[in-house]
Nanobody
């Protein structure tokens, strides 16, 4: 059994910062496969899109529109992941989801970020609302 739980969502003014966290709860046999983690988001009326992805070696890829503003980090020993979001914009408002999959599916992080189907485990989501 694997559970991903997000925390840290809420409301913030444009230009502000927010940090999202995701913690994986899993039986020991699942832990080795939860080594590729990513953040996705979905705004009302829009499709879910990849925001950032990180491999166990620390290599990260970002959606173009968040590059330089968002930072993804991972603690492999704790199976946790964070997304530091700075200079937030109105268009960053969305439900943010944590996702995880096997490291073998993240050999090309750029491709993985654009292929939601390869992610086996998903959190329930954390709402981020950016206001003017």
């Amino acid at each position: 059994q694997v559970q991903l739980v997000e925390s840290g969502g809420g409301s913030v003014q444009a230009g502000g910062s927010m940090t999202l966290s995701c913690v994986a709860s899993a039986a020991s046999q699942y832990k080795p496969i939860l080594r590729c983690m990513a953040w996705f988001r979905q705004a009302p009326g829009k499709e879910r899109e990849g925001v950032a992805i990180i491999r166990t070696d620390g290599f990260a890829v970002y959606k173009d529109s968040v590059e330089g503003r968002f930072t993804i980090s991972q603690d492999n020993t704790k199976l946790s992941m964070s997304l530091q979001m700075n200079s937030l914009k109105l268009e960053d408002s969305a439900m943010y989801y944590c996702a995880a999959t096997q490291p073998s599916k993240c050999l090309s992080p750029t491709s993985a970020l654009n292929d939601q189907a390869i992610f086996t485990y998903w959190g329930q989501g954390a709402q981020v609302t950016v206001s003017s």
